[in-house]
């Protein structure tokens, strides 16, 4: 497999992407890695070397959770100097939430580590995985003078190539099952890979650092007409609370009710972190556009501007966990654009 010295190391968590159909029972069953040319025999022409580990166990990815995501932070750490890139098989399910997180756990990487997955398994005849494996490890491999082209965490499928933390999964049904609401794609896979420099995240000097901590003292509120009180009491006032998201209406508008502000104060006072972030697909949070938005200005909510809810969940649990930082460069860093995550 190898015709030059490039070596990108995919990663397999589980997910549709990895699962073939046995033939006498017709129920699928994980796919054996280990004989990846065997399935996928293109791969024997692209021009680097590619290697397989597997995660301790591999799971649906609506099974996944913080302690899943360092142990994948963990394997990438061991072997980040070996590889130039990186391509992490992951189901579609909970992808933007893991890739988010290990975009904010790996600070200063400059070597792609591209997610990627499928709608159907990879041993079915109309299935979308073979392409979007060969695309993701030519990409995770792809250099220009001799440097990567992408040196970011990102989502390949369907024949474009999303930033991590601004993706979204926003189909169960079609192939095109991720969007990028609010930031360009980073490159477009046609006749040949098309790359939107533009959008590309510049390499840096810095040494990359991987933080192996991650907060789960959080929990979030989607606010609909009528919420009584007591339902957004029993999240608000959970044990240990630290942070908390809010998804309010159109440009991070919630209503005026006595209640609310009392208790938005009450979160204040304990240090509670609470960070608004819109439930609509595109646009941007503007606390001081409208009264109903200014309210929660005046009660130190934080406005999560143009951010995904899977980033603001991801980056308050990784903030949170920050021991180096004051509750207020924590607040500081929730409202500060520190990957690629909001548009400011």
Not at 102 to 120: A, D, M, V, W, Y
Request: glycine content about 6%; proline content about 3%; hydrophobic content about 40%.
């Amino acid at each position: 497999m190898m015709k030059d010295n490039t070596k990108v190391l995919l990663i397999y968590t589980g997910g549709t992407i990895g699962m073939m159909e046995d033939l006498e029972t017709t129920n699928l069953r994980p796919f054996d890695f280990k004989h990846l040319l065997d399935e996928v025999p293109e791969l024997k022409k692209l021009e680097l070397e590619v290697e397989v580990k597997e995660t301790k166990s591999i799971i649906d990815s609506s099974n996944t959770n913080p302690e899943v995501w360092l142990e994948l932070l963990a394997l990438i750490k061991a072997n980040y100097e070996a590889y130039d890139g990186f391509v992490v098989l992951h189901g579609s399910d909970t992808m933007a939430y893991t890739a988010s997180a290990i975009s904010f756990l790996i600070e200063n990487s400059n070597k792609p580590i591209i997610f990627t997955g499928s709608q159907l398994p990879i041993g079915k005849l109309r299935t979308d995985g073979k392409e979007n494996l060969i695309t993701a490890i030519e990409i995770a491999g792809a250099k220009e003078n001799s440097r990567p082209i992408i040196s970011e965490v990102a989502i390949y499928f369907e024949y474009n190539l999303y930033r991590a933390n601004r993706t979204s999964k926003v189909s169960a049904e079609n192939f095109e099952a991720f969007q990028s609401p609010n930031y360009p794609v980073l490159a477009e896979a046609g006749v040949s890979i098309k790359y939107n420099r533009f959008a590309l995240k510049k390499a840096n000097e810095e040494r990359v650092q991987f933080r192996n901590k991650i907060s789960e003292d959080v929990a979030s509120i989607k606010l609909f007409p009528g919420i009584r009180k007591e339902v957004f009491w029993a999240i608000s006032r959970i044990k240990d609370l630290k942070g908390l998201i809010i998804e309010t209406y159109g440009s991070g508008n919630a209503p005026m009710i006595s209640w609310l502000d009392d208790e938005l104060k009450l979160l204040n006072e304990k240090g509670v972190l609470v960070l608004n972030v819109s439930q609509c697909l595109t646009g941007s949070v503007s606390q001081a556009k409208y009264e109903t938005g200014q309210h929660l200005q005046n009660n130190n909510v934080i406005g999560g501007y143009d951010i995904t809810f899977e980033a603001a969940i991801t980056k308050m649990m990784y903030l949170l966990a920050c021991d180096d930082l004051s509750h207020e460069e924590k607040r500081n860093y929730l409202q500060t654009n520190i990957r690629g995550e909001i548009t400011l």
